[in-house]
């Protein structure tokens, strides 16, 4: 399949993408990096990988519903089967969610359902969670909710700070992102029914 990954920012998740589909036999092409922030780094690093990228600016759009039917028209024009949301930092409206319901996942930085939305590295220093991490999902209307493809956890230490938290989970992002493409990619992780349905390895 032909994926698009959707960035606004630095990218590193792109990067483990990119950095997987690079690899022989992996079964995707990241064949877009579409930012809606012209200045994301992660724009510089896909050109330097020789991937196209490009932005679409969501200041030039009156609302919410015409900037995401530009961007299906993107996705569309570029033969995209698949989409990555990595770093996307915008809400996307429930037609366009619709309209790619089981071919686009997510990665959020901590173990939904808990930890929903922003800041989840100082929350859950907060609550004094013991466990944190990472997951995979596919995108349904309401954020951060979708059906869970995969899931990693780090311990919380004595002594974190969000920084040092976050990169703990950061570099588990980087494992579980491409891992899990390769399920949906390969048809092993599919959303049936609103469920996601895992062919275990064989
Ligand atoms: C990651 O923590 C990801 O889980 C969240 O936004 C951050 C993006 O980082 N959705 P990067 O742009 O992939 O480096």
């Not at 022989?24 to 200045?39: K, M, Q, W, Y």
């Not at 900037?67 to 366009?96: H, K, N, S, W």
């Not at 220093?125 to 209307?141: Q, R």
Request: charged share 20%; with cysteine; hydrophobic share 50%.
């Amino acid at each position: 399949p032909r994926v698009a990954i959707l960035i606004s920012g630095r990218g590193s998740n792109m990067m483990s993408l990119i950095e997987a589909a690079s690899r022989p036999g992996f079964p995707a092409e990241i064949a877009l990096v579409l930012s809606n922030r012209p200045d994301a780094h992660g724009l510089a690093r896909a050109q330097a990988a020789g991937i196209a990228a490009r932005s679409l600016d969501h200041k030039g759009f009156a609302d919410r519903a015409s900037f995401d039917a530009a961007l299906d028209a993107l996705l569309v024009e570029e033969q995209i089967d698949l989409v990555c949301l990595a770093g996307f930092m915008r809400l996307l409206t429930a037609p366009f969610v619709e309209t790619w319901a089981g071919r686009m996942i997510n990665i959020h930085p901590a173990l939904l359902p808990s930890f929903k939305g922003l800041h989840t590295h100082e929350r859950a220093l907060e609550e004094g969670v013991k466990i944190h991490g990472c997951t995979v999902h596919f995108v349904t209307p309401e954020m951060d909710v979708g059906p869970i493809i995969m899931q990693a956890a780090v311990p919380v230490l004595e002594g974190d700070t969000p920084d040092s938290l976050g990169a703990r989970v950061l570099a588990q992002e980087h494992v579980i992102y491409p891992a899990a493409l390769r399920l949906v990619c390969e048809g092993r992780a599919r959303l049936e029914g609103g469920r996601v349905v895992i062919d275990e390895f064989e």
